[in-house]
């Protein structure tokens, strides 16, 4: 059931904090229901849905008009601001009732061309149905209750058993003008209506207040609810989990599959895991195969997640690489060969769309959302997921039957919702997944800050979960982490299996984690210099066996980055314990890049000195100036450019070397300028 969040008080101080003004109170309001329906997934979902309110305005010369405050383009309900509902001068949008046609192009300028503020956003395609409505606010959700009822096949039959007379259909048209006639004549023809319900589209609602309005959507949508309920199934079925290194090898299989498809140069896929009790008890079905070719809950979904998930049965999984390739190929070739149907009745203005799925149904491992970006996967699996909900109610209330391929194809293709996709530049490293170990420590967090920016997606491991925490707190969402001992035994594929799971795939290791440990080798122990290999040479090697592994399973090559130091070329004394592994990790480096050159596999790596962070701590560098007699300040600028280096130079020479295409085995120094740390 959904729950009516309206409170008293937060509408108060919505409004107070629009000043005296009525028309802002109200607006204010606006805001505040808008909300309301938007942070609430199962009322709308990821962008989905609008809202308006009509009020009167002033324009430049002082007269009154009507104007609508509609959703503007690129707003989030759950987060929208009064600038986000942009107002629209009213006059004319009524005025174009009275035309025949009007073309898609020419219904947005007018809209455009008819805003108060000439820098607001571009208003909802719905814009004209909500200003055809005549009820002073008006509620457009996608509730996962009424996408149920919509793909009903009796829908008419079973909206008259839920709501009687107080609901009104309107048949399935794309949205824009013929819609927003076709919706206002259903009203006119209905007088006495609480709301619309658009077959195979969404629910309509609205009232004299922003609290009646949004009191009707709930009230509506948890009707529909109570009515599914009573035919759902009972207690789920347990499904038994693979291990999660099984899961990689899947996943990242799929990945390399998928990669394939794509033009030379173009980033992988990320990829977003959903495995919860209900989704693998749906995953069951005995008409799984059928489900996976109907179609999306609603025509707004498909630039999302095309118009149907690809689906790999146990067999194909238990078959491996080969078979899951072959059931990628044949996505690929129905999604040119739907193209090839349709598109022709556009006369060649159409250019098709990448043909690789963005969501896929995996029996006995889960629904997987896919996108250029970690951002677009998880939007991409709440979407999956709902529609997920949506079909088995529908199933148990006499059947899911989604629009047809035409309609969906104009959908797909259609200027303006290919427009909600944006088109800006892509960020250097969109796609990339990265994974740093010793992610929270001072290097490992500003390499990862780097290549946030530089729009990869991060997977850290550091050995304390809190710092870990802490350090996938300060990138933002989507990152994930994972908390381990790089040294155990297992630590490395285990690690590097939890990011395939979670992303899908691994594109760069930034093998980082170390600890100087220090005393003379004529004295040393053996206890200590293992302990050092350990952390300072085996968890380099195997993390980096586990990487290539996983790159092999992609087939798109990859890279590795080590964090070196200049102690392997350039010791220290008394840090034999930590010198010596990374010598050795010196030779690892051009040793891999030696032998995986070939498949397209990049090895480098940093010699970094004096760097603020766990091996170089606030007691040590006092005490190394203190001995030399010199401030810190010098001490930590003791180089040639007479300047301190910090972590984020670590990060960005990572970041250089990840872009340089046609470098490996290389090292870079990053050091302010040591002749005896130089390597030529």
Request: a negative charge; charged letters at 20%.
């Amino acid at each position: 059931m959904i729950a009516n969040r309206w409170q008293d008080s937060e509408a108060a101080a919505f409004q107070d904090a629009a000043g005296q003004d009525p028309a802002a109170r109200e607006l204010a309001l606006r805001v505040y229901t808008s909300r309301l329906i938007g942070m609430d997934p199962d009322l709308v979902m990821h962008g989905g849905g609008n809202t308006s309110v009509k009020l009167k305005a002033r324009d430049i010369f002082g007269e009154e008009l009507d104007v609508i405050h509609i959703k503007g383009s690129g707003w989030d309900l759950e987060t929208i601001k009064a600038a986000g509902l942009p107002a629209v001068r009213m006059a004319p949008l009524m005025r174009l009732r009275e035309l025949a046609a009007l073309s898609d192009e020419d219904m947005v300028n007018i809209q455009r061309s008819n805003l108060m503020e000439s820098t607001a956003p571009n208003p909802s395609v719905e814009t004209l149905l909500h200003a055809y409505i005549p009820h002073t606010y008006v509620d457009h959700t996608h509730a996962t209750a009424f996408l149920t009822l919509a793909n009903l096949p009796e829908v008419a039959e079973a909206t008259r058993e839920i709501f009687g007379s107080k609901l009104a259909l309107v048949p399935y048209v794309m949205p824009g003008f013929a819609l927003a006639k076709l919706a206002a004549e259903t009203y006119e023809a209905h007088p006495g209506i609480e709301g619309l319900l658009l077959v195979n589209h969404g629910h309509f609602a609205w009232g004299p207040t922003a609290k009646a309005s949004y009191d009707k959507i709930i009230e509506h949508t948890n009707r529909v609810e109570e009515w599914l309920a009573s035919r759902r199934p009972g207690k789920l079925v347990a499904v038994a989990r693979p291990q999660t290194a099984s899961v990689a090898e899947t996943l990242s299989a799929l990945r390399g599959a998928i990669a394939r498809h794509l033009p030379e140069g173009a980033a992988m896929p990320v990829f977003d895991l959903r495995d919860g009790d209900a989704v693998l008890d749906f995953l069951e079905r005995k008409d799984l195969a059928s489900l996976a070719t109907r179609g999306v809950a609603t025509p707004d979904h498909v630039i999302r997640t095309k118009g149907h998930p690809l689906h790999l049965t146990r067999a194909d999984v238990a078959r491996g690489p080969e078979a899951i390739s072959a059931v990628v190929d044949r996505f690929v070739a129905d999604y040119i060969a739907y193209f090839e149907r349709n598109a022709p009745r556009f006369g060649g203005a159409k250019t098709m769309l990448s043909p690789v799925p963005n969501l896929a149904w995996i029996e006995g491992i889960g629904l997987v959302g896919m996108g250029a970006t970690a951002t677009a996967a998880r939007i991409a699996a709440d979407i999956g997921e709902q529609t997920l909900r949506v079909m088995a109610d529908g199933e148990a209330r006499g059947g899911f039957y989604p629009i047809r391929e035409a309609d969906l194809f104009d959908m797909e293709y259609w200027s303006l919702e290919q427009a909600k996709l944006g088109k800006g530049a892509k960020p250097a490293l969109q796609g990339q997944v990265v994974l740093v170990t010793g992610g929270a420590g001072a290097i490992g967090l500003a390499t990862a800050k780097v290549f946030a920016a530089a729009g990869a997606t991060l997977f850290l491991v550091d050995r304390d979960q809190a710092a870990l925490d802490t350090a996938l707190a300060s990138l933002g969402r989507d990152h994930a982490g994972h908390a381990c001992d790089i040294t155990a035994k297992g630590a490395a594929a285990s690690a590097v299996a939890a990011c395939v799971a979670r992303f899908g795939g691994l594109d760069i290791l930034i093998s980082n984690a170390g600890a100087a440990m220090t005393g003379d080798v004529a004295t040393l122990s053996d206890e200590t210099l293992r302990a050092s290999f350990e952390l300072n040479f085996f968890a380099h090697q195997a993390f980096a066996q586990a990487a290539v592994a996983v790159f092999r399973r992609q087939g798109r090559g990859g890279q590795i980055l080590f964090n070196v130091s200049k102690q392997a070329v350039n010791p220290g004394k008394g840090f034999a314990a930590y010198g010596l592994p990374k010598a050795a990790t010196f030779f690892l480096l051009r040793q891999l890049a030696l032998e995986l050159g070939g498949e397209g596999i990049r090895v480098n790596g940093i010699n970094a000195d004096r760097i603020r962070s766990g091996l170089l701590t606030p007691e040590m560098i006092a005490a190394r100036s203190s001995a030399r007699n010199i401030d810190e300040a010098t001490y930590m600028g003791g180089n040639l450019l007479r300047k301190e280096v910090e972590a984020v130079h670590v990060g960005e020479a990572f970041l250089a070397l990840a872009r340089s295409e046609r470098t490996t085995a290389h090292v870079m120094t990053v050091d302010g300028g040591n002749i005896e740390a130089a390597l030529r």
